[in-house]
């Protein structure tokens, strides 16, 4: 899953860190032409990360979230366009409650066409004003994704009653739900 096409080239790869990673699937696991969506750890020197390693932050890793995707559905120019309306972009190293590096706004492209997209993208938002503060996204080539362990994979799905789920990730679901009811794999969700 780590190069950025498929034999075919029906399927792209795509590494964003938007904050924590259970929020960031959880969105793009119900858009259509997103074939899957991993949490995981990536922009880090440590091979093999855990999730006590980020948070303790030895390992100098995003949480991310990787994402396969058919490009004849879904564009990554519409991928990032998505990413940028999910998270803020305009906080160093903080989501939220949520603060230190490994929650970092962070676009891992993976070949020239993604950095170019990724900059030309930041570049209209900034041209367009569409935050009050400066853009402080960082755009960095993809080295290495290390999927997260098995308990935070599909985590919103799989505990939509716990607490961080139902305050944090519900919200941020049923805002983008509603506002982006026709990229849903079922409209009207």
């Known amino acids: 899953m780590n190069d950025g096409h498929d034999a075919a080239g029906r399927q792209e790869i795509a590494t964003l860190g938007g904050g924590c990673f259970w929020c960031i699937e959880a969105i793009y696991n119900d858009i259509r032409g997103v074939n899957s969506a991993v949490s995981g750890y990536a922009g880090g ?3 093999n990360p855990t999730y006590q390693q980020v948070c303790e932050h030895t390992t100098g890793h995003a949480e991310a979230v990787q994402i396969a995707f058919n490009p004849d559905v879904i564009s990554y120019r519409d991928v ?3 990413f940028f309306s999910i998270h803020d972009p305009t906080t160093l190293n903080r989501q939220g409650n949520d603060v230190g590096d490994q929650y970092r706004s962070v676009v891992f492209y993976h070949d020239a066409e993604q950095k170019r997209i990724a900059q030309e993208t930041i570049k209209a ?3 367009a004003r569409a935050f009050k503060d400066p853009i402080v996204t960082q ?4 080295q290495e994704f290390y999927p997260a362990e098995a308990y935070h ?5 799989n505990n939509p009653s716990q607490p961080y789920c139902r305050v944090v990730i519900a919200l941020k679901v049923n805002k983008f739900r509603k506002s982006h009811a026709e990229m849903l794999k079922h409209e009207g969700r």
């Open 125 to 127: 938002l900034t041209e």
């Open 80 to 82: 990032l366009d998505i």
């Open 139 to 142: 755009v960095e080539p993809f």
């Open 153 to 157: 994979q599909e985590y919103y799905k």
């Open 45 to 47: 020197h440590a091979k």
